[in-house]
């Protein structure tokens, strides 16, 4: 079983439509994440949930919403999609969001999704 | 911003170790440092973290100077499955997220 599993893994749409990529994560983790690697490969968080609760929202346009049904989800829905939203989206888990043991903050990653806005 | 500075390429030869060294002169008492690599078109994956003792696990070992101030990865006998970039990060303290700031990384080729 994949330990951290993203839907689509490559997903081709038009400026201005809507998309969501979905999560799940199997590890019984508290704290799930959605970084955004552009095409200079830089890596950037974009949301943490912990147990369900937005824990870190970065300066991300409203257009992006995070949604956590439960701990072991973790949805990103996009709405009005732009031509620079184009970027591999991955998504990550850890069993605490930062206090307590440094172990506890390992961050499992997806294989990622690949959004290619036309 | 990340709070970690990386030479942006190294070259290996296959089965000679690979030293990978990071400067984090701002790190704080309290923060870790940790190691991730990403092979392409995968996500990242976690190597190892450590404060301030040296560590070792299966895939790599961390050296930590005395003052904090810089760290060494150590991968013993790089292999061409080694190629990767490799990420030095140090972590933001928990009451401000405990987040992970990714920086540029070191682009690792491990060649034959």
């Known amino acids: 079983d994949t330990a951290v599993s993203q839907t689509p893994k490559y997903l081709v749409t038009q400026m201005g439509n809507d998309k969501s990529i979905k999560c799940e994560q199997n590890l019984g983790h508290d704290t799930m994440y959605w970084y955004k690697q552009d095409s200079k490969k830089f890596l950037k968080i974009m949301f943490s949930y912990n147990n369900k609760e937005l824990i870190i929202n970065e300066t991300v346009p409203n257009r992006f919403s995070p949604k956590s049904p439960d701990k072991a989800h973790l949805n990103l829905h996009i709405n009005s999609l732009e031509l620079g939203d184009s970027a591999v989206y991955f998504c990550a888990s850890s069993q605490v969001a930062g206090q307590g043991a440094s172990g506890a903050n390992v961050l499992t990653f997806g294989a990622g999704s690949r959004l290619t806005v036309l | 911003d990340a709070k970690t500075t990386q030479p942006p390429s190294m070259d290996c030869a296959e089965g000679r170790a690979a030293n990978l060294p990071c400067n984090h002169s701002?790190?704080?008492?309290?923060?870790?440092v940790y190691w991730y690599r990403q092979i392409h078109s995968q996500g990242p994956q976690y190597i190892i973290h450590?404060?301030?003792n040296n560590e070792t696990n299966e895939m790599a070992s961390l050296i930590i100077t005395e003052d904090r101030k810089s760290s060494t990865l150590i991968l013993p006998h790089a292999t061409l499955r080694d190629t990767a970039v490799y990420y030095c990060?140090?972590?933001?303290?928990?009451?401000?997220?405990?987040?992970?700031?990714f920086g540029q990384g070191t682009e690792l080729s491990v060649k034959p």
């Open positions: 701002t790190i704080s008492g309290n923060e870790y």
């Open positions: 990060i140090v972590r933001v303290a928990w009451n401000q997220g405990g987040k992970l700031i």
């Open positions: 450590g404060l301030k």
